[in-house]
């Protein structure tokens, strides 16, 4: 902008010295050249630009004294009675292609783009990192619209490995747990891979008839596990078995409202691990339903059996 309003000025030869004041200006500019001033090249869709100009044009002496405002004040603001941005911001090329060599900015990360379908997947053991995770993106599909479903996938081995060895609290399961209470959404949960321990108690606290699992994944429900006690006194260690053993209480309970089963049925079935495929879930009331491709329709075409006795000439005789 300075360049574009560089103005040649022609002054009247005054004094030797050539001094200039503050105050006043003491040489005159010739009418004829400033009536002749060329003009740059302006954009007219920049107001500051323009109006600077005409200022420039009718009386450049007001460009060259001192505004007559506060030192502090920014030169030339006073061209408007209510300042204005001097130019328009560049617009910011939104469109972001991947297949690039060199993309403009990286990708986003994989869980974002589930949380964007409304999908939350869990597929570690439930330490408190993941459970972190898990219940912020729940409240944040809440806050984004509390009427739209949930769909929790599930691939995890609960607060164990998958050699037994404790890595998480049974409170982290239990806090997801809760928190799938508490939201206003229906939480559609399906289970990919394994959903053992409190991951399973997550399958079966879905929506009723909306829970699911694959047709190779696997359920399983055990008790609680002790963590390593080390070096800890005695004291200290049956205070952590009394707490295993309350946990196992409070999961056979929830199992047992959530699959329909007493908390009796549960805690005989939790003495020993009790794993279940898709089938046996399904008995057992952990699931509804098997996502099989093709399913609904084969089990539509299959004959009821008193279709079968007929198709084979067996008649059911009264009494039978």
């Given at each position: 902008m300075a360049t574009s309003l560089q103005v040649p000025i022609a002054f009247s030869s005054c004094s030797s010295k050539r001094r200039w004041r503050h105050n006043s200006v003491s040489c005159k500019i010739?009418?004829?050249?400033?009536?002749?001033?060329?003009?740059?090249?302006?954009?007219?869709?920049?107001?500051?630009?323009s109006k600077l100009a005409s200022v420039a044009a009718a009386s450049p002496v007001s460009l060259l004294e001192k505004p007559a405002t506060n030192s502090d004040t920014p030169p030339y603001l006073d061209l408007?009675?209510?300042?204005?941005?001097m130019s328009t911001p560049a617009h910011v090329e939104r469109s972001v292609s991947y297949s690039e060599h060199r993309p403009r900015k990286p990708p986003p990360d994989l869980p974002s783009l589930l949380l964007h379908g409304r999908i939350v997947y869990v597929g570690m053991p439930l330490v408190p990192a993941v459970t972190e995770l898990v219940i912020a993106e729940f409240l944040y599909l809440q806050w984004m619209d509390p009427k739209e479903p949930i769909y929790l996938y599930i691939n995890s081995t609960g607060t164990t490995r998958d050699d037994g060895e404790t890595v998480g609290m049974?409170?982290?399961?239990?806090?997801?747990?809760?928190?799938?209470?508490?939201?206003?959404?229906?939480?559609?949960?399906?289970?990919?891979?394994?959903?053992i321990g409190q991951a399973c108690l997550l399958l079966a606290a879905g929506k009723k008839g909306k829970r699911s699992m694959m047709p190779h994944a696997k359920a399983m429900i055990q008790q609680p596990r002790l963590p390593s006690s080390g070096l800890m006194p005695a004291s200290d260690v049956l205070i952590r078995a009394k707490e295993v053993v309350t946990n196992r209480d409070t999961l056979?309970?929830?199992?047992?409202?959530?699959?329909?089963?007493?908390?009796?049925?549960v805690a005989n079935a939790m003495k020993r691990p009790f794993y279940m495929d898709s089938q046996k879930a399904q008995e057992f009331g952990v699931i509804d339903k098997v996502l099989w491709r093709g399913q609904e329709t084969i089990?539509?075409?299959?004959?009821?059996?008193?279709?079968w006795d007929r198709r084979a000439g067996i008649k059911v005789v009264d009494g039978m």
């Open positions: 010739n009418s004829t050249s400033a009536a002749k001033i060329p003009m740059p090249p302006l954009n007219p869709n920049d107001p500051f630009l408007f009675d209510s300042p204005t941005l049974e409170s982290e399961g239990f806090a997801i747990y809760d928190a799938m209470m508490q939201l206003k959404n229906d939480i559609q949960t399906v289970a990919v891979g394994a959903a056979a309970k929830l199992l047992a409202r959530h699959t329909g089963n007493s908390v009796e049925t089990m539509a075409d299959a004959a009821s059996p008193e279709e």
